[in-house]
């Protein structure tokens, strides 16, 4: 089974909890984890990333990053080129590339806004899109999830 973090922007977790669910709704893959349930917490108390205490921003970075670790996959939800949130989800795509790097067995997916950062180039991202793509994404998901079904030991 792989397991697949889903970075996205905040501002729309409902595209990032579609993903998730397509996710956790196929065999052979899981979600490593699912920051949206600390987003939605945050948003019930009327709380954001600009006034939440630091010891609740490192808890829940750390808790984001661990996911990052975990995953055979990490897939950029990015929005569109003219977008400027999503911020954070970028910050993750840099922590999951450097991750890669010690830890080959990491694939980086992107759909989406591949342009705002050189970090989306081959090489570093396995697919990329740069229209948002995620039917597409999803294929490619199940693509990997089988590629690496087909090197797992028995």
């Known amino acids: 089974m792989i397991s697949i973090y889903v970075a996205g ?8 909890r579609r993903m998730m669910q397509r996710i956790r709704e196929r065999d ?17 108390l009327g709380l954001t990333d ?12 750390s808790k984001d990053f ?17 977008e400027q949130h999503g911020v954070g989800s970028f910050v ?16 980086i997916f992107v759909s ?3 342009k705002r950062t050189i970090f989306t180039v081959p090489g570093i991202v396995e697919w990329e899109s740069p229209e948002v793509d995620d039917d597409r994404l999803f294929e490619r998901l199940i693509e990997e999830a089988e590629k ?3 090197n797992e030991s028995p």
């Open 9 to 16: 922007s905040s501002r729309n977790k409902e595209r990032s």
């Open 28 to 44: 052979g893959m899981c979600v490593s984890y699912d920051w949206i349930e600390s987003v939605d917490l945050a948003h019930e």
């Open 50 to 61: 600009g006034n939440i205490s630091d010891d609740s921003r490192f808890s829940i970075a």
């Open 66 to 82: 661990q996911g990052i670790l975990k995953s055979d996959v990490f897939v950029l939800l990015a929005e569109s080129e003219d």
């Open 92 to 107: 993750e795509l840099g922590a999951a590339s450097m991750i890669s790097i010690f830890q080959p067995t990491l694939s």
């Open 112 to 114: 989406g806004g591949n």
């Open 148 to 150: 690496q079904a087909g």
